[in-house]
């Protein structure tokens, strides 16, 4: 056991746009919980936290307002843009807790010990910079531990850059448990640690004060291999929980702390969804949980049939969104998982679960490597005459696809190319097939198109 005091972080992003879709850093919690079972203290300062209460009040105005389902827009800070984005005419800002109050938080903690920082979007990594430069100047000769999306994907990026004193790559629990031994001079009992998913300790959700909207995680990894998509780098092996334990975390957290909307993480939620996920819809109703659901990362459309879509409206999913990407049969083929029909048959089953086609939304992915403008178009005019909604999901090249190869053979990209070149909405405006202006007309389009299906009109 440990009397030794750790603080998690979890940054600011920085970006040219950024909005909360029941963001929480699920990663780091969890490593939280663990380090709580070996007897650590820990504490937590979310930058991200937007009922943080000290942005009620802030500058005579209130703590940024909710949606109906618990997303909203962060605080922002505008910044100086940095000079890889000068001619990109967007405002570059600092979203989550202004800065002194990050500061204010920092020096109300008393003696830590170490600190764990964690770290989203590649494109992201100057906000985990200026977190670490923070804490080394207010917590000097403390040791920092930096892991995440970013620090996994561009571990050599973060070693040379960010400062922190450790650098993790991949999963955390485990490998967070053994750097602390090595700072604190400690040798920890591993014979009794959970090697699944399952048998963790539930995020350390409690540290919060305002807890509205949850991520909930069913599985992690992926087994499918699509080339633009890095989840296969993050995690190996794809493993899912037991669904009734799912579902014994979602009564826990509706009845412990009244959590209302709760988001599937999952990049593979449908994967055998029989055996999982319609278990898991089951016990809800079985349990009379009564909560609304979402599922911000895309549904495999193929596995939506119309019994799982019956569950699904019976148990209150809100927002749904569906992987379809690319009307291109030789990009469907490439990912596997999804044709024409696969959409076309989910979206009717359901229509015949009484959703109304419009509210359902369809990825359309725009600016992947040697992606025409007539695919992206054809795939736009798809998904709106199949009377769903356009979700323009614009390409983010991700070091270590199949798709960076392609990148950086095709694009004046490099491997020490600024990464926040890598940024979603940014991307697209650099690549010599789209540009800013194509980029444009097509985000014009889905949203001609969207406002015409909310009239009741389709264009053919
Ligand atoms: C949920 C999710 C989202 C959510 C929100 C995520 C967020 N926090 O902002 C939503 C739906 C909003 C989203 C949006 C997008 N996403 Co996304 N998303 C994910 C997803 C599926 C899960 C992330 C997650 O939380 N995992 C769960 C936790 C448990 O894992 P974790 O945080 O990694 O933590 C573990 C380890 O990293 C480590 N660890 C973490 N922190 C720390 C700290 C320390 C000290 C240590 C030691 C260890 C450690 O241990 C943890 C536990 O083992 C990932 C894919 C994936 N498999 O990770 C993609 C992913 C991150 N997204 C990606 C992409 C492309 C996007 C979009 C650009 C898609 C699009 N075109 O619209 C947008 C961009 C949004 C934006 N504003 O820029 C890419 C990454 C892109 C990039 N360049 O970084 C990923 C990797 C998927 C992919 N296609 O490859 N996403």
Redesign the pocket.
Known sequence: MSDKHILLINPW?Y?V???D?W?K????L??GGVLREYGYKISLIDCLDRYHPALSGLNGKCAPKSKKYGTGKFYRQKLEKPPALKDVPRYYCRYGLPLDIFIQELEKQSSVDAV?????????YQGVFKAIEVVKSKLPGVPI?????????CTEHAIAFSGAD?V?K????K??LE?LDDVFGAKTDFSAFPEKQDDMPLPAYDLYDHLASL?I?TS???PFRCP????HL??DKFEQRDPKKVADEVEYYSKAYSVKNFAF???ALLVNQKQHFSVFLKEILKRRIETTFHT??GLQPRELDSELAVLMAKTQFRTIRLSYESADPRRQKEMGKVSDDDLLCALANLESAGYDRRQIEVYV?IGLPEQSVDEMMRTILFVHRAGARISL??????PG?AYWQLVKSKYDYRDDSDLLL????IFPLKTPRIGADTFEKMKQLARTLNNALDQGKQIS
């Open positions: 992003i970006d746009a950024a909005y879709l963001i850093p699920v990663g780091l969890t490593i764990l920082i964690t770290s989203g979007m590649t494109y992201w531990l930096l892991g995440g999306i970013y620090a996994t994907l450790y993790v991949g999963l955390g629990e490998k967070a750097i991520p995680l992690r990894g992926c633009f998509c890095a989840s993050l995690v993480w999952d990049d911000p990362n992915m999901a614009s390409y983010s090249p991700i696809t890598t940024n979603n909405s």
